[in-house]
C-alpha cells in the first residue's frame, strides 16, 4: 500500500524545486460525512482518517469502515501549513483554508448546481498533485507553484496517478476547487479538463468551484462559490 501511484518520485529533480521544500507526499484524506435528507445539507466533521491505495482499490489507515458512497473535494497541491517541522505530513486544509472550508461548505454546497441524491456520504478532500509544489516559500510564489505543479502533472505521471486515485475512490460526485480559477489554462482548467478526459461529465458528476481560501472575497447573496 502507498499514499499514491508514484512511490519513487522525487520532488528534487524538479527544474524549480526550491531547497527546504518538503519532499514527502500528503495523503488523502477523509474529513467527515455529509448527510443529504430531502435537499437539506448537513457535513458532520469527523477526526480526519488518511487513505493508502493498493491496486485499484483504497483502505482507511485507521481501518474503519465506511458507507460506499464518496463525495471527493480537489485541491491543487498541499501547503507549508500542512507538514510539520521534519517535513511529514499533518493533514490537509490546515489554516485559513480549513476554517472557511469547514465554516461555509455546507452553504455553498446548498447553492450549487450539483444534483445530490439524497444519502450519506464519505467527505474526501485530495490534491491533485500531492506533493509540495509551493516548496514551502513563505510568501508563496505562485509561479514556482505552478511550474512546479505543471510538471509534474504532464511530465512525472501526475496525471495518470491521479486519475487512479480517483478510479480507486468512485465518488458519486467531484468538486474542483483548484486554484486558478479565473485562467483558461490555469490549474483549476487543467484538472476539469482532466476530469473530462476521465469520462467525467460536469454537471451530472462534478463542478468547480473558488478555492476555500478565497471564499471571504464575495459577500453578495447570489454568488455562487460552488458552480
Not at 510539520?84 to 493533514?91: K, L, Q, Y
Not at 441524491?117 to 500531492?130: F, K, R, S
Not at 480559477?181 to 469520462?199: C, K, M, V
Request: some cysteine; charged content about 25%; glycine content about 8%.
Amino acid at each position: 500500500m502507498a499514499v499514491n501511484y508514484l512511490p519513487d518520485f522525487d520532488v528534487k529533480t524538479l527544474n524549480n524545486y526550491q531547497p527546504g521544500g518538503v519532499t514527502n507526499p500528503a495523503p488523502d484524506e477523509y474529513v467527515g460525512e455529509l448527510s443529504v435528507i430531502n435537499q437539506q445539507i448537513s457535513l458532520d466533521q469527523r477526526p480526519r482518517d488518511q487513505i493508502d491505495y493498493v491496486d485499484d482499490t483504497f483502505t482507511f489507515r485507521s481501518e474503519r469502515k465506511y458507507q460506499e458512497k464518496n463525495i471527493l473535494v480537489i485541491l491543487e497541491s498541499p501547503h507549508r501549513f500542512e507538514f510539520d517541522a521534519s517535513g511529514n505530513p499533518i493533514a490537509l486544509m490546515m489554516g485559513k483554508t480549513g476554517n472557511l472550508f469547514f465554516d461555509y461548505f455546507v452553504k455553498h454546497l446548498a447553492k450549487s448546481s450539483l444534483p445530490l441524491v439524497d444519502g450519506l456520504y464519505n467527505l474526501i478532500v485530495c490534491n491533485a498533485v500531492q506533493y509540495q509544489t509551493s516548496c514551502g516559500l513563505n510568501p508563496i510564489n505562485r509561479t514556482i507553484r505552478d511550474q512546479n505543479w505543471l510538471e509534474i502533472y504532464h511530465e512525472k505521471g501526475g496525471e495518470q496517478d491521479f486519475k487512479k486515485r480517483i478510479f480507486a475512490i468512485k465518488p458519486r460526485y467531484t468538486i474542483n476547487l483548484c486554484t486558478g480559477g479565473r485562467n483558461p489554462n490555469g490549474l483549476r482548467s487543467q484538472i476539469s479538463q482532466s476530469l473530462d478526459a476521465f469520462g467525467l461529465k460536469q454537471g451530472p458528476h462534478y463542478v468547480e468551484g473558488d478555492h476555500p481560501a478565497s471564499w471571504y472575497v464575495r459577500r453578495e447573496d447570489d454568488y455562487r462559490y460552488i458552480h
